[in-house]
Every structure is written in structure tokens, then in C-alpha cells.
């Protein structure tokens, strides 16, 4: 089974402070962990994926992620947060041992509000 | 075509009726997805699609769902006697098929938002 938490609801940070949205997951294998923000009314955007090989991996909009394996823990980061990063941020996760379920799990999401 | 394309954008119905969601997705992906969000709230999967089968269908909420793909393209998702808890967002995505590597990329739809009334 496989399964992605997001323990924050919301996020508030200042514009230009560095910013964090945490992730963790559960899974048998070894975990394929994605990213993804939704602006309003609108889908899902890819940001950025660790399939394999660097811990730290960079993604679209100044965007990066962190992979600790130990801590099952795969929190999105920003150096200098943006107002126009304001939006809804979604974790999901494979389990690369699951060949039957295909499909990723996404977390509950986090809602990220930069203040300017 | 450059994204998944999903029609309608919107779509108000009357309770009891039914309506069918279309969804074009990425030229070449073999792999479709179809995920609900209701309002407010995370992604509930529904349906998943491999060329024109569909190996897991554990996320249809009831018998009254039900979804087909034609072509190894289009797919359809059909709610017969829609009910005002069907409200939500229906969201397709695609992916490059899944023989070898499951970590492909999905990409999503703009969605087809649903309110029933």
C-alpha cells in the first residue's frame, strides 16, 4: 500500500523568505515521490519528481525537493518565496514495488499563502 | 495535441440526469488517469487506463460510474443518474505507458467542473 501525508493545512510566509511544504510517505518498495501545484480553478501543474539518484532534486519556478530516506520525507522548498507562488501544493507517491497500482496517491494538498 | 484536453469545462446538470465527461489526452501516452476533487479537497482516484483496458478500476465510487477509452485515445467518463454529492472537479490525466519505468510524469487536465443541482 502506499500512502503521502501533508501535515500542514497552510502555509504562511513572507515574500523573499524561504519557504517549506512537507511531505511524507509510506510505501513497500522504493518510492517514486512527485510534486504538483494547482492555481486556482485551474489543474495540476508538475513542479518536480526523485525517481532515483540525488537526494536534492530542482524543478520548475525556482522550485526544489528533498529526498531523506531515513525520515521518509520528501519536503518542497524556495529559497525567496514569490506572492505569485500563492497556491495549492499536492505531494504523491508510487510504490515502485506495486506493479498493480499504477495510479499516484496524492496528500490532502497545503495551501500556501505569500504575503507581500 | 500539446496537453490533455478535457470537455466540458463546466457542466451544470439537474439531479437524476446523466452526463458523460471527455478526455483527450497527450498524444502518445498510453497510460490515462481519472481523478475527482471536490471542493476544497484532495485528489480522489477513480479509474486508470492502459491503451484501452482498464487495470484498476477500484476508485469508482458506485455502479452509477463508469468509464471507456476508444483508440488507445479518448476516454469517457459516464455518471448515470447523477446525485448532488457528484459536484466536484473531474480531472484526466496521461502518462507515458508504464512497461518499464513507473516513475513517468502524469499531466493533468484543466478539468471538468461538475455541479449538480
Known amino acids: 500500500a502506499q500512502s503521502v501525508a501533508q501535515p500542514e493545512d497552510q502555509v504562511n510566509v513572507a515574500e523573499g523568505n524561504p519557504l517549506t511544504v512537507k511531505c511524507t510517505y509510506s510505501v513497500s518498495g522504493n518510492p517514486y515521490l512527485f510534486w504538483y501545484v494547482q492555481y486556482p480553478n485551474r489543474g495540476l501543474q508538475f513542479l518536480l519528481k526523485y525517481i532515483t539518484g540525488d537526494n536534492l532534486v530542482k524543478g520548475s519556478y525556482g522550485f526544489e525537493a528533498e529526498f531523506n530516506k531515513s525520515q521518509t520525507s520528501f519536503h518542497l522548498k524556495k529559497p525567496s518565496a514569490l506572492v505569485s507562488d500563492s497556491a495549492l501544493y499536492f505531494c504523491?507517491?508510487?510504490?515502485?514495488?506495486?506493479?498493480?497500482?499504477?495510479?499516484?496517491?496524492f496528500g490532502s494538498g497545503t495551501r500556501l499563502q505569500v504575503q507581500p | 495535441g500539446a496537453g490533455v484536453s478535457q470537455s466540458p469545462s463546466n457542466k451544470v446538470t439537474e439531479k437524476g440526469k446523466d452526463v458523460e465527461l471527455r478526455c483527450d489526452p497527450i498524444s502518445g501516452h498510453t497510460a490515462l488517469y481519472w481523478y475527482r476533487q471536490s471542493l476544497g479537497q484532495g485528489l480522489e482516484f477513480l479509474i486508470y487506463?492502459?491503451?484501452?483496458?482498464?487495470?484498476?478500476k477500484s476508485g469508482l465510487p458506485s455502479d452509477r460510474f463508469s468509464a471507456e477509452r476508444t483508440g488507445g485515445s479518448v476516454s469517457t467518463l459516464t455518471i448515470q443518474r447523477t446525485q448532488q454529492e457528484d459536484s466536484a472537479v473531474y480531472l484526466c490525466?496521461?502518462?507515458?505507458?508504464?512497461?518499464?519505468?513507473?516513475?513517468?510524469?502524469?499531466?493533468f487536465g484543466e478539468g471538468s467542473w461538475l455541479t449538480v443541482v
Open positions: 490525466a496521461s502518462s507515458l505507458g508504464l512497461s518499464r519505468s513507473s516513475g513517468n510524469t502524469i499531466y
Open positions: 487506463f492502459q491503451g484501452n483496458s482498464a487495470p484498476d
Open positions: 504523491a507517491v508510487r510504490d515502485s514495488m506495486d506493479t498493480g497500482r499504477r495510479a499516484l496517491t
